[in-house]
């Protein structure tokens, strides 16, 4: 599986920021391009703890292709090797779960400064899932550009627009089930994900 994930926010961390994060099932049948045939989830951020940034926001997408990706295997016959690809233009999320993440553990959530690891909560969520991922085969974080990670970013522009216009409000708890329909609960899916 091969997912385009991207966040992305507005008013950046201060009062009455929103924030938006999707994932982009890319449709391995078709051959690489702006144009690749795909399924997209995306939903707005909880700003019920935490204020909406865009480093939240691009750990939010992961968890989300995360999710997606431990989703679609469990409804998989005959179980095949999980291999997931997840690419994201965020170094700086790329670097938290693949890299980071396993220091500050060591740490007990220290920076080498000594502060607390900023949004622990979700680089831990992250972690957890690719655990569950990893059980059944293994999870790559690889960068993209801006410019190659389009449909992420469309998906995100969306939904923070119909935040902003008051069409879909933040929840408190998030819709655990990525690709299906839950406007209601505040996430959106774009396209028709064929049955597995």
Same mark, same amino acid.
């Given at each position: 599986?091969? &997912?385009?994930?991207? %966040?992305?926010?507005?008013?950046? @961390? !201060? =009062? @009455? #920021?929103? %924030?938006?994060?999707?994932?982009?099932?890319? $449709?391995?049948?078709? +051959? &690489? /391009? /702006?144009?690749? *045939?795909?399924w997209v989830t995306s939903e707005p951020l909880d700003d019920s703890i935490y204020p909406a940034t865009h480093q939240r926001a691009e750990l939010q997408a992961i968890i989300i292709a995360l999710k997606w990706a431990l989703q679609k295997y469990n409804?998989?016959? +005959?179980? +095949?090797?999980?291999?997931? #690809?997840?690419?994201? $233009? /965020?170094k700086y999320a790329i670097s938290c779960v693949s890299e980071w993440v396993h220091g500050w553990v060591r740490s007990g959530w220290k920076t080498a400064k000594g502060n607390d690891v900023v949004n622990r909560d979700l680089i831990e969520e992250a972690d957890n899932l690719e655990s569950q991922a990893k059980h059944f085969g293994d999870v790559t974080y690889l960068y993209i550009s801006r410019q190659h990670n389009e449909k992420a970013a469309t998906a995100c522009t969306l939904l923070l627009s119909r935040i902003a216009a008051g069409m879909i409000?933040?929840? =408190?708890? !998030?819709?655990? #089930?990525? %690709? !299906?329909?839950?406007? *209601?609960? @505040?996430t959106t899916n774009h396209g028709v994900e064929p049955e597995v």
């Amino acid at each position: 599986m091969e &997912f385009f994930v991207n %966040g992305a926010s507005r008013r950046n @961390g !201060q =009062s @009455g #920021t929103i %924030g938006a994060a999707a994932a982009v099932l890319k $449709d391995l049948d078709s +051959p &690489f /391009s /702006s144009s690749f *045939s795909s399924w997209v989830t995306s939903e707005p951020l909880d700003d019920s703890i935490y204020p909406a940034t865009h480093q939240r926001a691009e750990l939010q997408a992961i968890i989300i292709a995360l999710k997606w990706a431990l989703q679609k295997y469990n409804v998989l016959p +005959p179980r +095949p090797n999980m291999e997931v #690809t997840i690419w994201s $233009d /965020s170094k700086y999320a790329i670097s938290c779960v693949s890299e980071w993440v396993h220091g500050w553990v060591r740490s007990g959530w220290k920076t080498a400064k000594g502060n607390d690891v900023v949004n622990r909560d979700l680089i831990e969520e992250a972690d957890n899932l690719e655990s569950q991922a990893k059980h059944f085969g293994d999870v790559t974080y690889l960068y993209i550009s801006r410019q190659h990670n389009e449909k992420a970013a469309t998906a995100c522009t969306l939904l923070l627009s119909r935040i902003a216009a008051g069409m879909i409000y933040h929840v =408190s708890e !998030q819709d655990d #089930t990525p %690709g !299906q329909d839950a406007v *209601s609960s @505040g996430t959106t899916n774009h396209g028709v994900e064929p049955e597995v």
